[in-house]
């Protein structure tokens, strides 16, 4: 079974543009989450997608947002890119029946210049 | 709200000994899972084992294995008979159980290199 994907893996932004990220979970699993891991800040969470509809979203301004897609692929958007959105964004899938365990894609590389 | 604290900013160890990293965390909850995860230098971040907290058996795989104190808060890792793989970040994470309302809440992470 194919892992998480993420993708681009690497991207290159300047500030005030929007950039999107895309997840495939892995297949079978309808539980999408994302996290942003800073030198700083760590590993946060920022928010999850469940059958479309977002179930729980943590503390980041209204610029991050999110989708989720009837074959539960998983967008994110950051608008109005600032410096301190260069992060690593990972995105992690669950299964209903292992709703525990999250399992992680390889993340994608924001560079914000 | 939960946290989760690792004390060991940085650790190494040669190969093939045995090293334990330290993680505590704060809940107030009963109902909750902990994990390791390790981020090799690829960044995949990859679950190496996971413990259930209703369970008071250590949890193992392999090599890995946890010492898992529900009354300390304490849930350490150790690693036996390390190899040069073992060179990750790893990450103890905390998660409780909030009828899918999930999320994971994870330590500052040990930087652990294995030396040949």
């Known amino acids: 079974k194919a892992g998480v994907t993420q993708t681009p893996r690497y991207l290159i932004k300047t500030r005030g543009q929007q950039v999107t990220l895309s997840c495939s979970p892995i297949?079978?699993?309808?539980?999408v989450s994302w996290y942003q891991q800073t030198p700083g800040q760590g590993l946060q969470f920022l928010f999850e997608?469940?059958?479309?509809?977002?179930?729980n979203k943590g503390n980041f301004p209204g610029r991050f947002s999110g989708r989720q897609f009837s074959n539960s692929r998983s967008e994110m958007n950051v608008s109005t890119l600032e410096l301190g959105d260069s992060a690593l964004y990972l995105c992690a899938s669950r299964s209903d029946i292992e709703q525990e365990t999250q399992y992680f894609g390889p993340g994608t590389r924001l560079l914000v210049l | 709200a939960q946290t989760v604290t690792q004390s060991q900013p940085e650790m190494s160890v040669q190969e093939a000994e045995t090293v334990t990293l330290s993680c505590t965390y704060d809940t107030s909850e009963n109902n909750y899972y902990l994990f390791w995860y390790k981020q090799p230098p690829s960044r995949q971040m990859i679950l190496v084992i996971r413990?259930?907290?209703?369970?008071?058996q250590n949890a193992t795989e392999n090599r890995f294995s946890v010492n898992f104190q529900k009354a300390a808060k304490s849930f350490s890792l150790k690693i036996s008979d390390s190899q040069l793989g073992d060179t990750a970040m790893y990450f103890c994470?905390?998660?409780?159980?909030?009828?899918?309302?999930?999320?994971?809440?994870f330590g500052t992470g040990t930087r652990l290199t294995i030396i040949p």
């Open positions: 994470a905390f998660m409780k159980l909030n009828f899918g309302n999930e999320k994971l809440t």
């Open positions: 297949s079978g699993h309808r539980s």
């Open positions: 997608y469940f059958s479309e509809t977002q179930r």
């Open positions: 413990q259930e907290a209703y369970k008071q």
